[in-house]
């Protein structure tokens, strides 16, 4: 089954709540002192890769760990790469409003849960979100300073040869991830960034020049400048 669009996740179009509004108040953005990456891409082009590097050369940067219900795969780690919890907990969490956004993906559902999230922000560190186009677009909806990045490969055949090598998917899987990329890399436009990832080096280095320009954003660092304004009366 191919990736579930439109949009099957939670409801984009409805109004902020508690939490959002919360953020917002007290620190006149979504983000509060830390602040918000993005980074979706078709699987096999490198995500969880660069996603790897950039948290180990940024301290500050955090990854939020999603809740999923999809089965841990050899090697995964519970509380590491995922909550992984049962159909019936996720939904029980969507009732009481657990989460920032969530979706069904190659018929799993995957959510980022709030209150995690939110300690990360409130702790003035930036957190990390690697979520599919529909979460984006319900994050973009929610919390309008989030920063996104659409990652790319550099062509089809590349990404057929990332998944055919990597060799954790059937050659079912692999037609099924190329089939759902052909729809996913139509949503590029949707997001503030893209980056090639042809080089690692060179894709890692744009990420890390991504963060580094979101933290100068003027919103993000709004209460400083005003401590310094401070200092001369105003
Ligand atoms: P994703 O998380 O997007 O599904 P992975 O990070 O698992 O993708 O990467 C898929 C495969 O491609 C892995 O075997 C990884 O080592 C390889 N890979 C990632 N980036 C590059 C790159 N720039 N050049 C060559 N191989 C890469
Ligand atoms: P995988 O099962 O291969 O780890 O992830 C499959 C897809 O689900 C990837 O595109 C990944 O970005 C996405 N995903 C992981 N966590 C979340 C989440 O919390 N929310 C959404 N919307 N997508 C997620």
Same mark, same amino acid.
């Given at each position: 089954?191919?990736?579930?669009?439109?949009?099957?996740?939670?409801?984009?179009?409805?109004?902020?709540?508690?939490?959002?509004?919360?953020?917002?108040?007290?620190?006149?953005?979504?983000?509060?002192?830390?602040?918000?990456?993005?980074?979706?891409?078709?699987?096999?082009?490198?995500?969880?890769?660069?996603?790897?590097?950039?948290?180990?050369?940024?301290?500050?940067?955090?990854?939020?760990?999603?809740?999923?219900?999809?089965?841990?795969?050899?090697?995964?780690?519970?509380?590491?790469?995922?909550?992984?919890?049962?159909?019936?907990?996720?939904?029980?969490?969507?009732?009481?409003?657990?989460?920032?956004?969530?979706?069904?993906?190659?018929?799993?559902?995957?959510?980022?849960?709030?209150?995690?999230?939110?300690?990360?922000?409130?702790?003035?560190?930036?957190?990390?979100?690697?979520?599919?186009?529909?979460?984006? %677009?319900? *994050?973009?909806? !929610? #919390?309008?300073? &989030?920063?996104?990045?659409?990652?790319?490969? $550099?062509?089809?055949?590349? @990404?057929?040869?990332?998944?055919?090598?990597?060799?954790?998917?059937?050659? %079912?899987? *692999?037609?099924? !991830? #190329?089939?759902? &990329?052909?729809?996913?890399?139509?949503?590029? $436009?949707?997001?503030?960034? @893209?980056?090639?990832?042809?080089?690692?080096?060179?894709?890692?280095?744009?990420?890390?020049?991504?963060?580094?320009?979101?933290?100068?954003?003027?919103?993000?660092?709004?209460?400083?400048?005003?401590?310094?304004?401070?200092?001369?009366?105003?």
């Amino acid at each position: 089954m191919g990736l579930a669009l439109p949009c099957r996740g939670g409801d984009a179009g409805r109004p902020p709540t508690s939490l959002e509004h919360r953020m917002m108040e007290k620190h006149g953005s979504s983000c509060g002192r830390g602040s918000m990456l993005v980074i979706s891409a078709p699987s096999g082009a490198g995500k969880s890769t660069l996603v790897r590097r950039l948290i180990a050369l940024l301290p500050d940067l955090v990854f939020s760990v999603s809740h999923t219900t999809r089965r841990q795969r050899e090697g995964e780690k519970e509380g590491q790469d995922y909550f992984f919890v049962t159909r019936r907990r996720f939904e029980s969490m969507i009732a009481a409003d657990e989460f920032i956004e969530w979706a069904e993906v190659f018929g799993h559902l995957y959510g980022t849960s709030k209150a995690q999230v939110e300690k990360i922000l409130v702790d003035g560190r930036d957190v990390l979100l690697d979520i599919d186009v529909q979460g984006h %677009q319900q *994050v973009r909806k !929610r #919390l309008h300073d &989030a920063l996104s990045v659409f990652i790319l490969p $550099p062509s089809f055949e590349e @990404l057929k040869r990332r998944l055919t090598e990597r060799h954790s998917d059937s050659p %079912q899987d *692999v037609e099924r !991830r #190329l089939t759902a &990329a052909c729809q996913e890399i139509s949503h590029w $436009p949707e997001y503030d960034y @893209l980056v090639v990832n042809d080089r690692l080096a060179r894709a890692t280095e744009a990420l890390r020049a991504i963060v580094q320009t979101g933290r100068l954003r003027r919103q993000i660092q709004a209460e400083r400048a005003e401590e310094i304004c401070r200092t001369f009366g105003g």
